[in-house]
């Protein structure tokens, strides 16, 4: 059996590339301007295949581990700076969620196989 492509897993998953691309566009964080939150859903409806499953994976991978940005920010706080450290958090916050899931592996938080699969 040969591996599915993207546009055939999406299909199976999620029925059209048109509704996987709504569901990560309600997951992501919105512009207030209107103009830039147009913008932003149609950058992410004429995104591949291949990164909408990306982005839907990491955030299936984030309320699955973690629950909440926050929670995940929380547990690489504490691991990498038990002490705190305000301005690192602060640099984090601004993070989107596959970055931030890649700072949690590399502190051992998110096993690399977790990631691969999202």
Do not use: C
Request: aromatic share 6%; proline share 4%.
């Amino acid at each position: 059996m040969s591996k599915k492509s993207p546009l055939q897993i999406v299909e199976d998953e999620h029925g059209s590339k048109a509704q996987l691309a709504k569901k990560v566009f309600d997951l992501l964080d919105h512009p207030e301007d209107e103009d830039e939150a147009h913008s932003l859903e149609y950058r992410i409806q004429t995104m591949s295949n291949r990164k909408l499953l990306r982005l839907w994976g990491a955030h299936q991978l984030l309320s699955d581990k973690f629950g909440s940005k926050q929670e995940l920010i929380d547990a690489i706080m504490a691991s990498k700076f038990p002490n705190g450290n305000e301005d690192y958090e602060a640099k984090i916050n601004r993070f989107t969620v596959p970055k931030l899931l890649d700072v949690a592996r590399q502190q051992k938080l998110v096993q690399p196989a977790e990631l691969r699969r999202s």
